[in-house]
């Protein structure tokens, strides 16, 4: 029996190393607080602009079509992880409390660098 074949004669085969393009990134939380970015230098050698937290948000009203930027207050619910929401944590699809008014988060801060949602419900000023 020759070293390093099998008794069919087939050869073993070293596992592949790991390449750095297949290793995971580490996980970006985005917390509502200050806004924080950090540039990063990603595949290709382009650029990721990458949001840990944020206290602003350009917001769409669907109706009108125009878009605006506002504060936001506070995170309402997060439907992929109720205890997301309590971390006041921002991902895709989580509503926020804003000073227009309840809004949908439709981009992926943490990829993005900023925070886009449509607003639900509109509060209406008291003048």
Do not use: W
Not at 49 to 60: C, G, P, Q
Not at 67 to 85: D, G, Q
């Amino acid at each position: 029996m020759q070293k390093g074949r099998k008794k069919s004669g087939g050869r073993y085969k070293k596992p592949k190393k790991r390449k750095s393009h297949s290793i995971a990134g580490q996980p970006r939380i985005v917390k509502l607080g200050a806004t924080k970015k950090k540039i990063l230098r990603v595949q290709g050698g382009n650029k990721k602009i990458v949001l840990f937290s944020a206290e602003i948000a350009n917001i769409t009203d669907k109706k009108t079509g125009k878009c605006k930027k506002a504060k936001i207050k506070n995170v309402i619910e997060t439907p992929s992880n109720r205890f997301l929401a309590r971390q006041n944590i921002l991902n895709k699809g989580a509503i926020i409390d804003t000073e227009l008014g309840k809004a949908k988060i439709t981009n992926r801060p943490s990829q993005e660098g900023n925070v886009q949602a449509i607003l639900i419900n509109k509060t209406e000023k008291s003048e």
